[in-house]
C-alpha cells in the first residue's frame, strides 16, 4: 500500500476544466493513476480526456463513480469551499493543491474537519502525494519517481522533487511521497506521515524536508525519537533567510526567536536525524545510511521481526531515553 | 501587508474599537491646524512609519498647543527615524499623526495572531502593557493570558470576561472590556488580519478604555476579497525592488549579496540560498518564480533581479512541475534580449520538457553556463560571481 494513495485509489479533480486542473488531470491520467471524475459547476454532463466524466457537484462525482479521494485545483477564493465541499460528499482524502487560500479560511477548514474524522486533508499549498508506479495526485513530475524502500514527507514542491531526483539517480525509489505543503494551517503534519511510514512494511527508511516557520519540525523530531526507529535523513531549509519575512510559503516565517532553521536541525539531530547541510547531499546521505545498517532479511517487516522490534522498543523505554539514543545504529 | 497606525486606528474605530480623537499631516502647517480643530490641551504628534519601537527613538512627541505641534512635526517630517525594528538606515517620515492626549490610569496590552500550534486565532492579554511583549513573553510568560477563539463562536463575552478578571479589571473597566475585546476579535475577522495588537491598551483617569497604538498585519493571500485595504499600502515603507515584484504578483525578498537567483518554489529557492552560502557565496535575493508563471512573468522577474545594482551573477535553478521548462527558458530568453544580458547567467533546468529548455537555451546564441546539478550551479555561480568581484577590484 506504501501509504494513503495506492493503485485502487479514485481520484476525482475538481477545477477539472481550469488551466492547471486539466493540464494536471491529463498528467495525473498519463501516469496511470485512476482519474474517474472531473468537478465544474455548469459543466456537468461534459467529458473529459479519455472519457473521464465531469460532474457539477462532488456528491453526484462520488455517487457515481465511487471516487474515494479528491485532487483541488480550485482558485483560492474558492479553494476552502471546495475542500468543504469535498469532506461534505465523504472522500476520504483530499488534497488541496491551492496555493494562496486566506488564512482564516483555513482555520474555519481546519475546525469543520475535526468533526469529520474519516476525511483526510493534505495540503493546502501542497504538491500533493504520490505512489510511485501505481498513484499520483498532484502536480509532482511522475518521471522522476521510482518504487522503492524511502518514505518522504515534505513542506516543500520543488525542493522534494530534488531529493527525490538525487535518490532515483543513486538507485533508491520511493514508496510514497508526501508534499504536506508550505501554509502556516493544515490538515496533515510531519507526525501523521512519520506514523504511517513508520507503520508502513514497504518504507525502510524515511527523509524528512523542513523550513522555516512553525515548530512543525520540532514535534516531528520528538516524535522520532520515541516512536520511529527507520533511519531518517533531514533537510532544514532557510538557514540563510532572515528573520521576520515571510520566504515564499505564507507558513516560512521566522517570529521572532523561534521557527529559525538552526532550531529545527538541533531538534532533528538530537533526536537521531542525520540532517543535511546542503540540499544536494539528501540522496548520498540517504545511501550511506542505508549501507552502513544491519543487512535486512528478505521478510523484512514480518510479524516475527515486528514482535522482536516491539520487545525491543518496551525495554528501551523501560530503560529511559538515554538508553534508547544509544541504541539503534541506524541513529548514529 | 502591513498598515500604518493611522489606518490601523481608523478601521478599528469603524467596528467600535475606541480610539483617541487623531488627524493625518504631511506638512507642519497642516500638522498645527489638526491641533487646532482637536483643541486638546496636550497633543502627542506621532511618526507614521511600520516599524515599530518610535517612542523609544523620538517619533512620538508630547505637545502643549499649536504651536509646539507645529515644531515637533517640523523636526520630524521628511527626516530618517531610525529605531530598533527599522535597520540601521531608518526609515523616513512622511507623515505624521496629531493625537489628542490622554490621561493615563494604567497600561495593558491585548492582541490577537494566529497560534500555529492550534490553527486557532489567539487573543493574548497582559499587565504590562506599553512594552515589547516578546520581552515579556521570554521573562515573565505567566503574565500572558491566553484564549484561543473557537471558529464556531468567535471570542465569547464570558472569555472576555474571564480575561478582564484575570488582568485585575473591575467594575466598569471591566464592563467596558468585554465590548472592546469582542470588537476587536470581529475587526480581525472581517479585515482578514493576521495580528491585531493594542499596545498599549490604557485605563484612562477617567475611566474609559481606549488604544492608544493599534497595529494591524492584514493576510496577504485574503487582500484579492478586499481591494479597500489593499489600496492602503503605502509603496514609501517597502524596498523598490521588492514594491515592483508585487506589481507583477512575484515573491521576491531583497538581502545583500552579488549572487541573484529565481528559483520555482519557495522551499527550493531557501534551498539555493543555503547551497549559495554554503559554497562561499551571498545570495542577493529570494525569488519564487511560482507554479504557473508565463513568459511574461519571467521577464519581469528577471528584470527586476538584474536591475540590483550589487549582482554580478545570475542563477536560475528550475525544477519543472508546474513550471514547464521550455516557458522559463523562453522567459530568460525574452529577458535577457530586452535587458541586454552582460553578467553570468548559470542556469540549471530539470523536470516537465527539461530538453524542449535546454534546446531553447543553447540555440538563443546568449552566454549562458549551464549546471546539472544543485551543487554545480551553485560553485559555478559562486566562482563567477567571485571573477566578476576580482575584475572590478
Known sequence: MSIFVDGNTRVLVQGITGSAGSFHAQQMLAYGTRVVAGVTPGRGGTRFERGTPIFDTVADAVRETGANASCIFVPPLHAADAILEAANAGVSLIVAITEGIPVLDMVKVKRFLQDRPGVRLLGPNCPGVITPGQCKIGIMPGHIHRPGPVGIVSRSGTLTYEAVNQLSARGLGQSTAVGIGGDPVNGTDFVDCLSRFEADPETEAIVLIGEIGGSGEEWAARYIRTNVKKPVVGFIAGRSAPPGRRMGHAGAVISGSSGTAEAKIAALREAGVVVCQSPAGIGEAMQHLLARRPARTALSGAPSSRAERRTRTAVRAASGRRAARAEGPSKL | ?393
Open chain 2, 1 to 393: 501587508m502591513r498598515i500604518h497606525e493611522y489606518q490601523a486606528k481608523e478601521l478599528l474605530s469603524r467596528f467600535g474599537v475606541a480610539v483617541l480623537r487623531g488627524r493625518l499631516a504631511v506638512t507642519p502647517a497642516e500638522a498645527e491646524d489638526a491641533a487646532i480643530v482637536l483643541g486638546a490641551p496636550i497633543c502627542a504628534v506621532k511618526a507614521q512609519i511600520h516599524a515599530g519601537g518610535r517612542g523609544k527613538a523620538g517619533g512620538v512627541r508630547l505637545a502643549r498647543g499649536p504651536a509646539e505641534v507645529h515644531d515637533h512635526a517640523q523636526a520630524m517630517l521628511g527626516t530618517m527615524l531610525r529605531t530598533a525594528q527599522t535597520g540601521p538606515e531608518g526609515q523616513r517620515v512622511g507623515k505624521v499623526y496629531v493625537e489628542e492626549g490622554c490621561r493615563i490610569e494604567r497600561e495593558l496590552y491585548l492582541g490577537m495572531t494566529l497560534d500555529r500550534e492550534t490553527g486557532r486565532v489567539t487573543v493574548m492579554a497582559s499587565t504590562e502593557g506599553g512594552v515589547d511583549i516578546e520581552e515579556v513573553a521570554a521573562r515573565h510568560p505567566e503574565r500572558i493570558l491566553r484564549v484561543a477563539i473557537d471558529p464556531l463562536t468567535g471570542l465569547q463575552a464570558n472569555e472576555a470576561r474571564r480575561l478582564a478578571f484575570a488582568l485585575g479589571l473591575r467594575g466598569e473597566l471591566a464592563s467596558r472590556f468585554v465590548p472592546f475585546a469582542t470588537a476587536l476579535s470581529h475587526a480581525y475577522s472581517a479585515l482578514d488580519a493576521t495580528l491585531v495588537e493594542v499596545n498599549p491598551l490604557v485605563a484612562t483617569l477617567e475611566g474609559a478604555l481606549v488604544a492608544l497604538d493599534a497595529k494591524i498585519e492584514l493576510d496577504d493571500n485574503a487582500l484579492a476579497r478586499h481591494p479597500e485595504l489593499a489600496a492602503l499600502r503605502d509603496p514609501d515603507e517597502e524596498q523598490a525592488r521588492e514594491s515592483e515584484a508585487k506589481e507583477h504578483d512575484l515573491s521576491y525578498v531583497a538581502l545583500s549579496g552579488d549572487i541573484a537567483c529565481m528559483v520555482n518554489g519557495a522551499g527550493l529557492a531557501m534551498g539555493t540560498m543555503d547551497i549559495i552560502q554554503l559554497a562561499g557565496g551571498a545570495p542577493a535575493n529570494f525569488l519564487d518564480v511560482g507554479g504557473g508563471a508565463s513568459e511574461a512573468k519571467v521577464a519581469a522577474a528577471f528584470k527586476i533581479l538584474l536591475s540590483d545594482p550589487g549582482v554580478r551573477a545570475v542563477l536560475v535553478n528550475i525544477f519543472g512541475g508546474i513550471m514547464k521548462c521550455d516557458v522559463i527558458a523562453n522567459g530568460i530568453v525574452a529577458a535577457a534580449r530586452q535587458v541586454g544580458l552582460a553578467l553570468p547567467l548559470v542556469v540549471r533546468l530539470e523536470g516537465t520538457n527539461v530538453e524542449l529548455g535546454k534546446g531553447i537555451l543553447a540555440r538563443s546564441e546568449l552566454d549562458i553556463i549551464p549546471a546539472d546539478d544543485l551543487a554545480d550551479a551553485a560553485r559555478k555561480a559562486v566562482s563567477a560571481a567571485r571573477e566578476a568581484a576580482a575584475r572590478a577590484a
